[in-house]
Each structure stands twice: as structure tokens, then as C-alpha cells.
């Protein structure tokens, strides 16, 4: 069933405080009327009106209460834990997530933070701006290292999971692979293990790094135990979701110097508080939820977009990265 309207009477809604996403699309001059929002408030007022909303972080279940011509969302990220799927399938109304438009960005900038915690980056940073120039390290356990023959543990085997195995095989590292269905993999990682086997992985792993979603299996995956159970020498590094993690057991685990560091990119509240006690951590290197950004970004998504346009116009029922 064609759910949406000729071209000539179609509007898309772009919702976003800063990926210029309108400016993309009309670029690609498809004729289709089109404008952008970029506040939680305009882009309640602007509602109704619009059949396809382009969305991400903005979007409040209230804002279904105008949207009475909605019939597609694609969102601009791949999480979709924010909609009312159920609320969605009864006003029929297609979702799709922008799933692997950022995997080679996010999967770059968690082996950035890899090789930045390995190398002792970050110290390098905070010791130029002080104009200290450190000697040469005695204590061979303070010193910057290789990755070479170093364990990378993987917990989300996905695009993001996968591509990041191969740059990690490339610096010469062990990987190891946690996913749902260990049947369904690339061969990349050295070995694959499903999440049951976790709490025995994390010993042998010198950096354990989250790509997986949030669901309710990987809320809080790294807690006390999972932090009690890594090496004293280990590092944690997320690029998943803030909720993937006990914030608390992570502060304790970093000021006490259960593991050696961590490079986090999600917390569960953003911005992250002025007043919190992880910026003044030195063990640990806080990116502003940037993995994902990319000067592509905005194409990368419209391009998904106009091909589920396309197919709903024909009366195609799947859609690439289909939710609903």
C-alpha cells in the first residue's frame, strides 16, 4: 500500500539542532518541498502538515499529537528506544533507523581512543598545555605501549563491531567478539562468544570497548563485576550508550585504580554536568558524544531516506533499515 502522497504534495520535516540536513537534501533537487526545525519547541509548533519526519534527538511522544498527516519517520541515528513502537504500528506509521551510516566514523574513533589510552595521549595533552616536558620513564609498567599482541574485547559484533575487529587485526591484536548470534559474523575476530560468557572474557581482555546497542540485556553490561573482573592494567572504552555502563562502579573503578583507564563517548545525562567528577580525571579521556560525526553524515542519511521514499511510493514493503 502506498502510504504517502504524490511528489508534488509531499513535505518532509528535518528536526535537528545542528546536521544541516535540509541544505543536503536540497542539493539533490528532488523537488520535494521540504524545511527544517532546529529547537525542541519549533519543531513542536510544525507539526502538523508534514507526512515524513526526519528526527532524532528532539523527538517527544507529545509531538504525535499534532502529527496528524504523519505516515514515515526515518530517524537520524540508529537508536529508536525513544519511539512508542506500539503507538507508531497503531497510527501506521513506518520507521526506520539510519543504522551503518556512521560505522566507519564510530568505528575510527573507538580505535582512535584505543591507541590514545595505549599511548598516553591525553597526558601528552595536559602536560603541553602545563609546558612540561616529562623525562624518560623508569617504571616500565607507566610507560606508553603497543598494540601488538595486546587482547581487544568486543562487545557488539555488529558493522560497527566488525569493522573495528579489522583495525584492531591491523595493529597486530587479539580480538575477541561478543554477540547475540554467534553464528553470524564475518571471521574477523579470533573468536566469538555469546554475552553468557562475558564475566570469564573480561580477564583476557587489555581493552574492552562497547558497540552495541542499548537494550535491556546491555543495560549496565560494565558493573562492579564486570570492573572487578578486568585487569588492573585494562581499559574500557564506549562508544555504545551512556546506559551500557554503572557510571558509578565506573568512577570508583578509575579513582581506585581497578583498571588503568577508560575513553567514554556516551554517558547516561548530556551534556555532562559542569560539576561532575569525571573531568577531572586523568585516567580517563571524555569525548562529546562525537564518535558518530562526520562531514557525510547528513548524505549518508538522505540517502537511506530517499530510497524508503522510493519504495513506499511503489508500495514496497520493506524498507532498508526497516523498524516498522
Same mark, same amino acid.
Given at each position: ?98 543504522? *551503518? =551510516?556512521?560505522? %566507519?566514523?564510530?568505528? $575510527? ?10 599511548? &598516553? #595521549? ?54 575477541? *567478539? =561478543?554477540?547475540? %548470534?554467534?553464528?553470524? $559474523? ?10 553468557? &560468557? #562475558? ?126
Amino acid at each position: 500500500m502506498n502510504l504517502l502522497p504524490r511528489r508534488e504534495e509531499l513535505t518532509i520535516h528535518f528536526a535537528h539542532s545542528a546536521y544541516r540536513m535540509a541544505e543536503r537534501f536540497l542539493s539533490r533537487d528532488t523537488g520535494i518541498r521540504h524545511f527544517q526545525t532546529w529547537t525542541h519547541e519549533e519543531t513542536r509548533s510544525q507539526m502538523g502538515g508534514a507526512e515524513v519526519l526526519v528526527i532524532s534527538g528532539f523527538w517527544r511522544d507529545d509531538l504525535l499529537e499534532t502529527a496528524v498527516d504523519l505516515r514515515y519517520i526515518q530517524t537520524i541515528s540508529a537508536g529508536y528506544e525513544q519511539f512508542p513502537l506500539d503507538e507508531l504500528r497503531t497510527r501506521t506509521v513506518r520507521l526506520a533507523n539510519a543504522s *551503518g =551510516v556512521n560505522a %566507519d566514523a564510530v568505528s $575510527h574513533h573507538a580505535m582512535g581512543l584505543v591507541l590514545a589510552l595505549a599511548r &598516553q #595521549l591525553h597526558l601528552a595533552r595536559d602536560q603541553q598545555r602545563n609546558r612540561y616536558w616529562r623525562p624518560m620513564i623508569s617504571d616500565r609498567a607507566q610507560r606508553e605501549d603497543d598494540l601488538c599482541e595486546q587482547t581487544m574485547l568486543i562487545i557488539g559484533l555488529g558493522e560497527i563491531g566488525s569493522r573495528l575487529a579489522k583495525l584492531a587485526k591491523t595493529f597486530g591484536m587479539r580480538v575477541l *567478539g =561478543v554477540k547475540q %548470534d554467534i553464528t553470524r $559474523h564475518d571471521g574477523t575476530a579470533d573468536e566469538v562468544y555469546a554475552p553468557q &560468557q #562475558l564475566p570469564r572474557l573480561f580477564s583476557q581482555a587489555d581493552f574492552v570497548v562497547l558497540c552495541c546497542p542499548l537494550t535491556p540485556s546491555t543495560r549496565n553490561v560494565i558493573d562492579v563485576g564486570a570492573f572487578s573482573a578486568m585487569k588492573v592494567a585494562g581499559h574500557l572504552v564506549n562508544v555504545a550508550r551512556g546506559g551500557c555502563v554503572d557510571e558509578a562502579a565506573l568512577a570508583t573503578a578509575l579513582t581506585t585504580g581497578q583498571i588503568a583507564g577508560a575513553a567514554i563517548d556516551h554517558f547516561c545525562d548530556e551534556p555532562l554536568q559542569a560539576d561532575s567528577p569525571f573531568w577531572s580525571m586523568d585516567n580517563l579521556i571524555i569525548t562529546p558524544h562525537s564518535a558518530g560525526e562526520t562531514r557525510k553524515y547528513e548524505d549518508n542519511v538522505i540517502d537511506i531516506l530517499i530510497e524508503n521514499i522510493d519504495r513506499l511510493w511503489i508500495g514496497n514493503e520493506k524498507l532498508v533499515n526497516q523498524i516498522l
